[in-house]
């Protein structure tokens, strides 16, 4: 069974500092990583997607993935107050993708 | 920018009845998936389709289900005898690439709030 795993949070971060997420992951395999963000009540809006080792720069957003780890990251810097939402990770599987949990992040103002 | 479109965004229904939720994936997209979400809970994967038929299934797509492509826009999934234990909401999605493959972004839509009562 391939899991994907984070801490579900809640994260409290100050509004202006980093944010930092992070996800592990079963399949060695895996090649495709996203991450979704989810408003409450909402369905998921892609953030970012990564797919080579290192890290990908999106604005205030940035994803790490270490293979050799089987560890996927997203920072957000300068964090707003609209940042508050659940992060969700996601790996590749078979046709499909797999999901985690979701971290719960919460920028304090 | 093109998005994926889900209907209704609220369906309620009795326990035993048949729902019948629609999307409209983006429109040269070729991969089509169904998920769900229970409240609380993770997105699930239920179903994968390509080229008019199913690629994939989880274990939750049992018989109850099923999925179709009835023209050349929609795709919809069909519950039947629906349970309580089924209300969720439902995402549909839709990507242009295989998943796992470079490009296989998948873009949800707003998704379905089913509610069995």
């Known amino acids: 069974q391939k899991e994907v795993e984070q801490n579900s949070g809640p994260l409290s971060v100050p509004e202006g500092a980093i944010a930092s997420l992070n996800c592990t992951y079963s399949d060695r395999g895996s090649q495709s990583f996203f991450w979704y963000r989810q408003y409450s009540g909402k369905s998921p809006e892609l953030i970012m997607s990564i797919y080579s080792n290192g890290d990908k720069e999106d604005g205030r957003f940035t994803a790490q993935l270490n293979k050799a780890s089987q560890y996927v990251s997203l920072l957000i810097r300068d964090s707003q107050p609209s940042d508050s939402a659940t992060y969700l990770c996601a790996v590749n599987g078979d046709d499909k993708i797999i999901f985690g949990k979701g971290t719960r992040l919460h920028i304090l103002p | 920018e093109p998005e994926v479109t889900q209907t209704p965004s609220h369906q309620v229904t009795q326990m035993g009845q048949e729902v019948i939720l629609r999307c409209v994936p983006i429109s040269n997209h070729l991969y089509f998936y169904w998920y769900r979400q229970i409240l609380g809970q993770k997105v699930e994967f239920l179903v994968s389709?390509?080229?008019?038929?199913?690629?994939?299934k989880s274990e939750i797509f049992d018989d109850q289900f099923s999925v179709e492509r009835p023209d050349g826009s929609n795709f919809t999934l069909k519950i039947r005898s629906t349970k309580l234990e089924d209300s969720a909401m439902y995402f549909c999605a839709s990507s242009d690439e295989l998943a796992g493959a470079a490009g296989d972004t998948q873009y949800f839509g707003p998704g379905t709030r089913l509610t069995v009562l």
């Open positions: 389709f390509y080229n008019n038929e199913i690629s994939e």
